[in-house]
């Protein structure tokens, strides 16, 4: 129709359809993850990456499939169907275990009644190996130039499939080859469109992780606690959970940029950060540190009340205020004030939560300092 109609060859079509596919399954993915972000989901975003490919691909091949199944031409897809694969297998990386392959393509085989022909078993061995050689490829350990290795193996399992299915459907050489042909096409876009879509995810994810993070000490930053705070805090109240949060700073720290340099005193900032950070990773990865000032720090613990706080403040008081900073010949050392307190019916906003562990910190600092104040 598209070129009777139109006079548009349907090759061009198909590749706008093909990039078409892949933007909305895009589009897709990137609504899911922001779903899973938002509701706190435990799940990475690499699981619902797998997960959605998945799915999206299935819906994709069996509903295209449907519509010619049973018919002399059942074969007219078979292009879209092996780029499916190939997205699945090399740009999203998903690993399918065999006992997971197997009955998919036994119920491909069922749903194309295409089950009693040797040519498609065939078929169906040579589209297993081409998923593990292109998730393979995926994951050599150097690539200097993955595109090559990428089309080689595109190119020689492109043409094993179409083999059996022109052997299946008696298609003439020339049809065999075009289709051949027209395989590597997409195949070489679909490069090229999907490695532009990943270069500008993983710049967004970098823009988002800068957003979200401090440049010296890598920690995250105040954007992301008052985020964090804010669904933490509004999720505690409404389902009566407990909720703590933790506020340290560097006694005298403006003595050490004046003494012994603001180089020095990026470095005390460094080693506080990366110590107390190991003194939660080794207790609950689930509590989080977050650079809120300069010498400034919050560390959230979702779920505790104050005296369930106790271990982990004493951990991290103890291990940063036994630490010494070797600067140059400078070997510095100092100490740290703490104030902790827990979500209490009368924090009516987030501000005033802050303001209580705040004024701990200021309790400390003002009697005498590297002490903890919790109330």
């Known amino acids: 129709m598209t070129w009777s109609v139109w006079h548009v060859s349907p090759v061009i079509t198909s590749i706008f359809f093909i990039l078409g596919v892949f933007t909305l399954y895009q589009v897709v993915f990137n609504w899911l993850k922001t779903v ?77 009644h295409s089950i009693g022909y040797w040519e498609s078993w065939c078929h169906a061995l040579s589209v297993m190996f081409s998923y593990w ?13 993955p595109f090559i290795g990428y089309i080689i193996v595109g190119v020689i ?13 008696h298609l003439t050489t020339s049809v065999f080859l075009q289709e051949w042909g027209y395989l590597v096409i997409f195949e070489g876009l679909l490069y090229s469109y999907v490695r532009m879509l990943l270069r500008e995810s993983e ?53 050490v940029n004046d003494t012994y340099g603001h180089l020095a005193g990026d470095l005390v900032l460094q080693k506080a950060v990366a110590t107390a950070q190991n003194v939660i990773d080794d207790n609950d990865p689930k509590v989080k540190l977050y650079r809120t000032g300069g010498e400034e720090f919050n560390v959230i613990f979702p779920g505790y009340d104050l005296p369930a706080t106790e271990p982990i403040v004493h951990q991290i008081f103890n291990s940063l205020n036994h630490l010494t900073v070797k600067s140059s010949d400078d070997e510095i050392s100092f100490t740290v004030s703490m104030g902790v307190s827990g979500i209490s019916s009368t924090d009516k906003k987030p501000d005033d939560f802050y303001k209580r562990v705040d004024d701990n910190l200021y309790h400390s600092k003002k009697n005498g300092r590297m002490q903890i104040t919790a109330i």
């Open 157 to 169: 399992w492109g043409g094993i499939m179409w083999f059996f299915v022109a052997l299946k459907f």
């Open 133 to 145: 050689s292109f998730n393979y490829i995926r994951r050599l350990p150097s690539r200097a130039h």
């Open 203 to 255: 710049l967004k994810g970098h823009l988002e992780a800068f957003a979200n993070h401090d440049a010296l000490t890598k920690s995250e930053n105040y954007a992301a606690y008052t985020s964090e705070m804010k669904y933490l805090f509004s999720n505690s109240l409404r389902n009566n959970l407990n909720l703590s949060m933790m506020m340290f700073d560097i006694d005298h720290f403006r003595h």
């Open 36 to 112: 899973v972000h938002e509701k706190k989901v435990p799940i990475s975003d690499n699981v619902v990456k797998s997960f959605s490919g998945v799915v999206y691909m299935l819906i994709f091949i069996f509903s295209m499939q449907s519509t010619i199944v049973g018919k002399t031409i059942s074969w007219e897809f078979m292009n879209f169907i092996i780029i499916a694969l190939i997205f699945c297998a090399y740009f999203l990386d998903i690993r399918v275990p065999i006992y997971y392959f197997v009955p998919i393509i036994l119920v491909y085989m069922l749903f194309n």
